[in-house]
């Protein structure tokens, strides 16, 4: 993992992607003030980490839409 300031992203961003393409780096921290600000990762590694992400986490109860037409009602308008 490499870290860089703002100034330098800016004037090497496209190094910067090119180096995250390629495999050379994992991730980038680019840092304003010192702080970590962001992180420049490759796209598949953003989209890998939502789809699923809570798979056999959890249990879905089969009651889970008992309740929906009481859920509906507090979300609807009666004078409509």
Do not use: C, W, Y
Not at 21 to 38: T, V, W
Not at 42 to 49: F, K, N, V
């Amino acid at each position: 993992m490499s870290s860089v300031n703002m100034l330098e992203a800016k004037s090497t961003l496209s190094r910067l992607v090119e180096a995250i393409e390629q495999g050379r780096e994992r991730e980038i921290i680019i840092a304003r003030h010192g702080r970590p600000a962001a992180k420049l990762v490759p796209i598949d590694t953003l989209e890998g980490q939502r789809i699923g992400i809570a798979k056999g986490r959890f249990e879905v109860p089969e009651s889970i839409d008992v309740h929906n037409d009481l859920v509906r009602a507090l979300f609807t308008d009666p004078n409509s």
